[in-house]
């Protein structure tokens, strides 16, 4: 982080050429390459708060929103990054798209290339959708979320919020909280945060934790007071509604007891420990409004505006890449 | 499918299964049956009426039997017909093949076997036999017309993919064809566990995200089937055994002296959960892909002879349904061409004798089902295999004869050139060049 006002030049010189054609897995970057997209990130933060926020980069290109699941959140996050770097941006949704009509994953993806796109933004209920995707067409695929795989992007942004909040990641401990089997921003983060040096604990109860998690690089936990003691961030996932009432856990009520974050088990993180939420938030499931709103300790709303930092670097990084060619 | 001319196959590596020999031999082939068989390179003085075929030390053994091949028809035509199985079989030196119910309509009556085996007969390639659903509509519900269908030339009972959830279902199954003295296959996995699973339940499986089941699934159905077989006193069929685990009980069982075979499947005698890697869906099968110790495991039961039988589980699914994101395509693999050589790996690595190999796919099934093809003995049906067991090559999915191209072996290094297949005292393939 720099304290000088830091203006578009800067953020140009910092610019670089993204290491890969895709960006589908934490796994596509290493430890230099994600910290240089932080940091050309953290310029983009400075940029979007002033207010002239539209910039030329990725003039002349076009990106494509494919959201077959819903998504308010990642889907304006992107819509919004590309806007201010410039490029076109056409939203597709899975509603309008003809996979309604029965037409395949690929085939869409194959007529959408045919468009030309520069750069597609995909996000899909199965696991390993966006590395199909990117084996069929022309253009840089971003993995916007694949079913239980992976959210990369978001990993990013939370590993931003830390570095905001702490200014670093390397030696904090992160305890990761709630539904990790079938959340792909939980194994995005796992490969991030542990890449980046810092220690990451799960916390959950055995039903909704994904098999060999302890062989993961990571600590598995099914205590939550004592998965979060000592803590220095508690980042919290959502629990989708139809997995509780019987399936994976009893009920909400009992979810909440054990596993929802409150005050109370916030006492048990370190002093000064921050709370995260990916969203959208089920309140008084996962997470009690006392906590999530308290901007002394909650850094929910930096998330969402780190978000939008994050995607311009990756965006731009990815388009200094096909200016390359 | 009689062929006049009179044959000898001289200077070959024979591999007979039934005594277990292999070495070299000689073998004259007349209307359609093996005629002579001998243990040195040729016969000497041999009529000059008689076609001869040198095989320069070429393996000749009996050919393949295969007891678990789906086709599309009737009901799925553009995955594969009776005819482009015929053909991917005779190129996979296959002689013999047993199509499984699970068509559409299933053959769950005696009118769709003999619809089956009557296309197959017009054809006129390799043998092709039928096996019946053990319920109707393959659900598992209310019990198929088993002793119409064994009438009408079915070789065994099968709900194939489909375990039978309803123990009382399954043992009354049993019970019945057992009456029939006839053989009943049946997929052990528990489908609570499994429903929905498209991987095997690891550390892998959950980093890819992907919904998987527990291999524990495949051990408590089996060890319930084995369980329904000993009160019953019926024949059973483990149909694809992957895991040691699940080897364990079957072993007990064979000890307890019941009534039971199982086959493993070539792919999993081949691959593990890992060739998975990228969301690659030539490999989802069903069972999913085991570990590599589960695999080791079963390469060790077939060189011990506890796993008699291997399939190809030739299953094709096009394109269409299986260029799609891992949990939406179809499982499933062509195996039909690529039976032998995936074999024949497993002895280029030292770790099952030759003649073990083609055994559990000649004598081992033949003997299973009663037939008798899957031997070189004067009398036997002249279905034979001439192979060059070790020339390389590398496998193109895209030059299989299948209409489905979904191989697994795709890319991969193989070795073991099929140079002609007999059926019934014809040739039905021979390599060009």
Same mark, same amino acid.
């Given at each position: ?6 203006? =578009? ?19 596509? #970057? ?13 310029? &983009? ?22 959201? &077959? ?8 996050? &992107? ?62 695929? =971003? ?18 919020? #830390?570095?905001?909040? &702490? ?8 305890? =990761? ?50 998965? =979060? ?57 996962? #997470? ?11 850094? #929910? ?25 | ?8 196959? %001289?200077?070959? +590596? ?35 009426? %008689?076609?001869?075929? @040198? ?19 009737? /009901? ?41 085996? +009557? ?31 064994? $009438?009408?030339?079915? !070789?065994? %009972? ?28 049946? +997929? ?7 429903? /929905? ?21 495949? +051990? ?12 019953? /006193? ?5 149909? !694809? %055994? ?51 110790? @589960?695999? !080791? ?7 011990? /002879? ?13 394109? $269409? ?108 393939? !021979?390599?060009?060049?």
């Amino acid at each position: 982080m720099t304290n000088q006002a830091v203006g =578009i030049d800067d953020v140009r010189a910092r610019t670089y050429a993204f290491p890969a054609p895709h960006f589908i897995s934490i796994n596509d #970057i290493n430890r230099p390459q994600a910290l240089r997209l932080l940091d050309l990130a953290e310029g &983009f933060v400075d940029l979007n708060r002033k207010t002239a926020k539209k910039h030329d980069l990725l003039k002349g290109r076009t990106m494509m929103n494919l959201f &077959f699941e819903n998504s308010t959140r990642t889907q304006s996050s &992107f819509e919004l990054a590309g806007k201010r770097l410039g490029a076109d941006v056409v939203n597709m949704s899975a509603r309008q798209s003809s996979m309604a009509k029965g037409e395949t994953l690929i085939d869409t993806a194959v007529t959408l290339n045919a468009m030309r796109p520069d750069l597609l933004v995909v996000r899909h209920a199965s696991s390993g959708a966006a590395s199909l995707l990117a084996q069929k067409v022309g253009c840089s695929v =971003i993995n916007a979320g694949d079913g239980q795989h992976e959210h990369p992007t978001q990993a990013l942004l939370d590993a931003l919020s #830390i570095r905001y909040a &702490f200014g670093k990641v390397e030696g904090l401990t992160v305890a =990761i909280c709630g539904d990790v089997m079938h959340s792909r921003v939980a194994r995005s983060n796992v490969l991030l945060l542990t890449m980046l040096g810092a220690q990451v604990r799960l916390v959950g109860p055995p039903t909704l934790m994904p098999t060999g998690a302890d062989r993961w690089g990571v600590s598995v936990h099914h205590d939550m007071r004592k998965g =979060i003691a000592g803590v220095d961030v508690v980042m919290m996932l959502r629990l989708q509604l139809e997995r509780m009432q019987g399936a994976l856990v009893p009920s909400t009520r009992e979810y909440f007891r054990f596993f929802g974050l409150d005050r109370e088990k916030l006492a048990s993180a370190a002093p000064g420990a921050k709370v995260m939420h990916p969203g959208p938030m089920n309140r008084g499931v996962e #997470i009690d409004s006392d906590v999530a709103d308290d901007p002394l300790v909650s850094l #929910i709303q930096n998330q969402v505006e780190m978000g939008v930092a994050v995607r311009m670097a990756l965006l731009a990084a990815l388009a200094a890449r096909l200016d390359e060619r | 499918m009689v062929a006049t001319q009179t044959t000898a196959f %001289i200077n070959a +590596r024979l591999v007979e299964p039934e005594s277990r020999y292999d070495g070299p031999g000689a073998l004259v082939v007349r209307e359609g049956v093996i005629a002579d068989v001998v243990k040195r390179p040729d016969f000497g003085n041999l009529s000059d009426q %008689i076609r001869v075929i @040198d095989c320069n030390g070429a393996m000749l053994a009996p050919g393949l039997i295969d007891i678990r091949v789906k086709t599309g028809e009737p /009901g799925a035509e553009t995955k594969e017909t009776l005819k482009s199985a015929c053909r991917a079989a005779a190129a996979g030196g296959v002689t013999s093949i047993v199509i499984q119910p699970d068509t559409d309509p299933a053959a769950d009556d005696p009118a769709t076997i003999d619809f089956i085996l +009557r296309r197959a007969r017009d054809i006129g390639l390799v043998h092709v036999y039928a096996a019946g659903a053990a319920t109707k509509g393959l659900e598992g519900q209310r019990m198929a017309e088993i002793g119409l269908m064994l $009438e009408a030339g079915a !070789q065994y %009972i099968t709900d194939v993919d489909r375990p039978i959830v309803d123990s009382k279902v399954l043992r009354r199954v049993l019970s019945y064809a057992k009456g029939f003295g006839a053989l009943v296959a049946h +997929r052990p996995a528990d489908p609570y566990l499994s429903d /929905g699973a498209a991987a095997t339940e690891s550390e892998f499986a959950a980093r890819m995200g992907l919904p998987s089941a527990p291999v524990v699934a495949e +051990r408590i159905m089996l060890e319930r089937d084995l369980a329904l077989a000993e009160i019953t /006193g019926a024949r059973l069929l483990v149909d !694809q %055994i992957t895991c040691a685990d699940a080897l364990e009980r079957l072993d007990r069982a064979r000890a307890k002296g019941l009534n039971v075979a199982a086959t493993a499947s070539i792919n999993h005698l081949s691959f593990n959960e890992l060739d998975i890697g990228d969301y690659r869906t030539f490999y989802k099968l069903t069972p999913p892909l085991r570990a590599e110790s @589960d695999r !080791q495991a079963l390469i060790d039961a077939l060189s011990a /002879g506890l796993v008699e039988i291997v399939v190809s589980a030739h299953a094709p699914a096009p394109a $269409e349904d299986k260029r799609l994101p891992f949990d939406e395509a179809t499982p499933g693999a062509v195996g039909l061409e690529t039976l032998l050589a995936g074999l024949l790996a497993l002895h280029h690595e030292g770790r099952v004798s030759l003649v073990d190999l083609i055994r559990a796919a000649t004598y081992a099934p033949a003997n299973l089902l009663g037939l008798k093809a899957g031997r070189l003995t004067p009398g036997a049906p002249a279905d034979l295999v001439l192979c060059d067991v070790d020339a390389p090559y590398v496998l193109d999915a895209d030059s299989l004869l299948s209409k489905s191209k979904n191989s697994p072996f795709d890319g991969r290094r193989m070795q073991g050139q099929v140079l002609l297949t007999m059926a019934g005292g014809k040739v039905v393939h !021979q390599a060009r060049d």
